[in-house]
Nanobody, 120 residues
Framework: QVQLVESGGGLVQAGGSLRLSCTAY????????MSWYRQAPGKQRDLVAA???????EYADDVKDRFTISRDSAGKTVFLQMNSLKAEDTAVYYC??????????????WGQGTQVTVSS
């Protein structure tokens, strides 16, 4: 069984920074991709950034040059460094992880979500 644990959300003033982290625990054979999504009230959940096993990255246009996604050397923790935060970045942020467990079954999981609030 695989579980995800997120941390790092909070309240910050516009222009400030926050760092989110998400760690995958359990019977993990391989992680193919780790990503961050966000969902504002009344809106759909949208991709913010993703990082693949080969360290290729992808970003939403509105966070490029402000946010950076990275993984630790063990490959089981993903970070989202968010700089120059804006009020419109306010949302619940979810990490998403896809991979294989030791039974070679695929898994695709969401973290519990962490609130990011940017005051203007």
């Amino acid at each position: 069984q695989v579980q995800l644990v997120e941390s790092g959300g909070g309240l910050v003033q516009a222009g400030g920074s926050l760092r989110l982290s998400c760690t995958a625990y359990g019977s993990i054979f391989n992680i193919a991709a780790m990503s961050w999504y966000r969902q504002a009230p009344g809106k759909q959940r949208d991709l913010v950034a993703a990082i693949l096993s080969g360290h290729d990255t992808e970003y939403a246009d509105d966070v490029k040059d402000r946010f950076t996604i990275s993984r630790d050397s063990a490959g089981k923790t993903v970070f989202l460094q968010m700089n120059s935060l804006k009020a419109e970045d306010t949302a619940v942020y979810y990490c998403g992880v896809r991979g294989l467990d030791y039974s070679k079954r695929t898994f695709a999981l969401w973290g519990q979500g962490t609130q990011v609030t940017v005051s203007s």
